[in-house]
């Protein structure tokens, strides 16, 4: 333990030069932009600025792209809350509820909500990292296909065992995401598939950026476009006022919601830990789990503080948790720790079990340089908040194109490629009709994501077991997960004859509730 | 009209990349060739992957030794096992600014995709930049395992329980799998995984009994003695393993490498090819390209032109015939 206070305290000794604290600073306001830009998420962002950092030594270039990577994770919330656009994959959780406390004219609360949750899931993730690197890295060496699954299945869940919305709906949309994630490449087969005969854009599969594109920012933009057409050209996109006293409000309201924080970044740290889940999957769990624990779960979707503070918070613990994998096993825990392994080849480290004793100046300065990136980040983000107040300010007619350049251009920067603008814009319109039809559209975000994670993971255990399902029962940690996972399944069913079976006593059930 | 509004935004995002890159916009020497505007470097794989990482170095390089007087800029093309961006190469015959880094994807998706109607030696050669290598590997916990003999009984005796983890089907590792199966009569049963991390993660964690890992892969698990190597599929044994014999010296005839290479479109002009040649052969060169060389245990001589062609052709004839053991091919 007191070892572990030394080189900490060395590590610090790395992360507080000038230099270094300059990139750190610089670093976050860069990923600030980044993330907060539809489609430049933290990959994009990293992988740009890396050639960059062959100018600086090898402590210093791991400090600039992991600031970058963190900054991201808080921009990301800031266009989710005020475009209602995800800014990346790991912000998706963030619009379900942000978007509409926005709208209420309370863009104001749900940034600064958003940044304090920001903050407490990477503190609270750091210093986890900071005491628990090495046992949790053998953890993740022993999680396999089985474990894996049981976590997405785990994720969806939490979603269709919440009820509330309308289940055969949530169910509908679920499927069409999941239909849409196979597209492209069958792994364990090696085929194309669901490519509609020859069409090559196909062939790298539906992104995750296209659909979220289409379907909030394009979707949002033609439904505002028409409640703009009815309010004859009043309508705002998001409002909100700044005042002292509202601020000291939304951090009271922030500290209420100290528990699902705390699970949030709990829970984000974990998954983030799984080599390959990384930041979305966590945050969608968050929310799901959050909305569970939630004394007023009815309000999540429409504006509850508990919505943004738990993804929030689980998004950023989970970037923290990715670089385990990345730095003991050398296997990246997401996307953007896959570009940062890249660059440890490149400025000639090794990562792997042995980077700890081999180089502890640069695990601990990253270590250390986290801590910085924590703080500096909630404040680049509370002192940017009256500039995209301002910026909402603006009139729809204004905000329109800008928004859909954005859209446009997030939608063609991770492929390059126009045929996933045509579909973006395809999304879009779907999305609307969605919308107008009363489905969600979240799970379908959530299929798309966790699918192309969960259908090998299935497939890889069920090849290993030979087609025995009894494999995802009989393991340490797949079956507490799996069992978990099945009774927050079914959990809509259970509350039913629960419901029954104490309403019967004094009168007839409802007829509602039967046909829930 | 589709083409042409991708192409300018594709400029456009080009050339904020472009202020981002260290190298500067002067010598403009008018003798000979030169590119004009960014070069495309097409990876066939996702990032973060062992090709697109030498990508991201080779970027480097030219970048920090001002190799090129314009930005090379990666672009991942992994969809459908290197088909998506096989066609999009193929698209862009005659062009003088996209090049490609390949694996051996570049043989075996061609093979098994038919009807995308692509074919290699219509590419332009550029040069190889190294062969990758493979060795059997299996958990140092297995102590009864030190040689091939005791693998294969150990292997006999599990059956179709022994589970070998690979990069996909049809891929070198299934293929390497399928030699093993044939040779030694055993049944091990292939289990596909996404990259070669995450398949070397799954031998250290104990989900898989081996791996016919690169050794690039296998090389933090192996120092921090997870992992031990049984043998491997080279001519001579590999320097960091001098304890491992080849399968060949075992009486196998049996050597399998992985090309990273750099190609051309299909009809790039003969300046362009003197051009990329002569830039390519720098990188080659730079300390930097050597050291990554030395640590991942590459080898291979740089190849190029007609030399190139040559290995092109009899390496996917090898390929071929293969994969119609493999039964994948009719």
């Known amino acids: 333990m007191l070892e572990i206070f030394g080189l900490l305290a060395q590590g610090f000794t790395v992360a507080l030069q000038p230099f270094n604290l300059m990139l750190i600073i610089v670093g976050c306001a860069v990923g600030l932009f980044i993330g907060a830009m ?103 060496l022993t999680f396999g296909a089985p474990e894996e699954f049981a976590l997405m299945m785990l994720a969806f869940a939490t979603f269709i065992g ?25 792994i364990m087969s090696g085929e194309p598939r669901l490519i509609f005969g020859d069409i090559t854009g196909f062939l790298h599969g539906i992104n995750f950026l296209v659909l979220a594109i289409g379907i909030y920012g394009i979707g949002e933009m033609l439904w505002t476009v028409e409640e703009n057409a009815k309010a004859g050209g009043k309508s705002m996109l998001s409002e ?19 528990k699902i924080s705390t699970m949030g970044a709990f829970l984000g740290y974990f998954v983030g830990i799984v080599p390959a889940a990384g930041a979305t999957p966590g945050a969608l769990l968050a929310y799901g789990i959050g909305k569970q624990m939630s004394k007023e779960p009815e309000k999540f979707g429409k504006g509850a503080v508990e919505g943004v503070a738990a993804p929030e918070s689980a998004n950023n613990a989970a970037s923290t948790g990715s670089m385990l994998p990345m730095l003991t096993l050398g296997i990246p825990g997401s996307p953007t720790t896959a570009i940062l392994l890249g660059g440890m080849v490149i400025w000639g480290l090794e990562p792997g079990p042995r980077l700890f004793t081999s180089n502890p100046d640069f695990v601990w300065g990253l270590i250390a340089s986290l801590y910085a990136a924590n703080l500096f980040a909630l404040i680049l983000n509370i002192l940017f908040i009256p500039a995209f107040i301002w910026v909402l300010k603006l009139p729809f007619t204004i905000l329109a194109p800008i928004i859909l350049t954005l859209c446009l251009v997030g939608g063609y920067a991770p492929t390059k490629d126009m045929h996933d603008v045509w579909l973006m814009l395809l999304f879009g319109i779907v999305g609307y009709l969605m919308r107008k039809l009363d489905y969600p559209v979240a799970p379908a975000v959530l299929a798309i994501v966790l699918g192309p994670l969960a259908e090998p993971a299935l497939r890889q255990s069920l090849l290993i077991s030979s087609g025995d399902p009894s494999i995802f029962f009989t393991r340490t940690f797949a079956g507490p997960i799996m069992v978990v996972a099945l009774i927050l399944l079914f959990m809509p069913v259970l509350m039913l004859i629960y419901r029954r079976l104490r309403g019967g006593g004094k009168r007839k059930a409802p007829s509602e509730s039967a046909a829930e | 009209m589709l083409q042409r509004s991708g192409r300018m935004l594709g400029l456009a995002l080009g050339v904020t990349g472009a202020t981002a890159f260290v190298a500067g916009f002067g010598s403009a020497a008018v ?14 794989a996702g990032k973060g992957g062992g090709a697109d990482k030498a990508v991201r170095l080779m970027q480097s390089i030219i970048a920090k030794e001002k190799l090129a007087a314009v930005p090379v800029v990666p672009v991942n093309k992994p969809g459908g096992s290197g088909a998506e961006a096989l066609v999009y190469m193929k698209g862009k015959k005659g062009d003088d600014h996209t090049i490609m880094f390949t694996l051996n994807s570049f043989y075996t998706t061609p093979l098994r995709q038919k009807k995308l109607g692509i074919d290699v030696t219509k590419f332009t050669p550029v040069m190889r ?45 299934n293929l390497l799998t399928d030699f093993l199966n044939t040779a030694y009569g055993l049944d091990m049963k292939y289990i596909p995984y996404k990259g070669g991390g995450k398949v070397a993660k799954e031998l250290a964690g104990k989900n898989a009994n081996s791996t016919v890992n690169n050794p690039s892969e296998q090389l933090g698990f192996y120092e921090a003695g997870k992992t031990k190597p049984i043998a491997c599929f ?24 992985m090309q990273r290479t750099v190609v051309g479109a299909p009809g790039m002009s003969d300046e362009a090819k003197a051009y990329y040649k002569d830039l390519f052969t720098k990188v080659f060169n ?23 062609m040559a290995y092109w052709k009899k390496e996917r004839d090898v390929h071929e015939d293969m994969l119609k053991k493999m039964g994948e091919l009719n």
């Not at chain 1, 990477?122 to 090495?134: M, N, Q």
């Not at chain 2, 003798?31 to 066939?44: G, H, I, N, Q, Y």
């Not at chain 2, 030395?294 to 291979?300: E, F, I, N, S």
């Open chain 2, 234 to 257: 080279t001519d001579d044994r590999i320097g960091l393993f001098k304890d491992a014999p080849t399968f060949k010296e075992l009486g196998k005839d049996f050597v399998y490498y």
């Open chain 1, 162 to 186: 919440l009820g509330g919305d309308d289940l055969a709906k949530t169910i509908f949309s679920i499927c069409i995401g999941l239909v849409l994630a196979a597209v492209g490449l069958d």
């Open chain 2, 31 to 44: 003798a000979e060739w030169k590119p004009r505007k960014p070069v495309e470097f097409v990876v066939m």
């Open chain 2, 129 to 173: 930049m190294a062969e990758d290598t493979f060795c059997l590997w299996v958990h140092s916990d297995r102590k009864d395992i030190n040689n091939v003999d005791d693998f294969v009984k150990a292997a006999k005796a599990e059956g179709n329980k022994w589970i070998m983890a690979g990069t996909g089907k049809a891929s070198e590792d």
């Open chain 1, 38 to 140: 539809p489609g430049l998420g933290s990959v994009n962002g990293v992988a740009i600025l890396l050639p960059l950092t062959f100018l600086v030594p090898p402590e210093g270039a791991i400090i600039f792209l992991a600031a970058i990577y963190y900054g991201a994770m808080y921009g990301g919330a800031v266009s989710s809350i005020m475009l209602g656009i995800p800014g990346a994959s790991t912000a998706v959780a963030t619009t379900f509820d942000g978007r509409p406390l926005a709208k209420q004219g309370m863009a104001d609360k749900a940034l600064t909500i958003a940044a304090m949750a920001s903050f407490v899931g990477g503190t609270i993730s750091v210093i986890l990292f900071t005491f628990f690197a090495p046992p949790l890295a053998h953890v993740a």
């Open chain 2, 286 to 308: 730079s300390e930097a390209w050597q050291t990554y060389r030395k640590k991942k245990a590459l080898q291979g001589d740089p190849l190029s032109g007609e030399d190139l």
């Open chain 1, 240 to 258: 909100a006022t700044l005042t002292w006293q509202r601020t000291k409000n939304n951090i009271k309201e922030f500290l209420g919601t100290w």
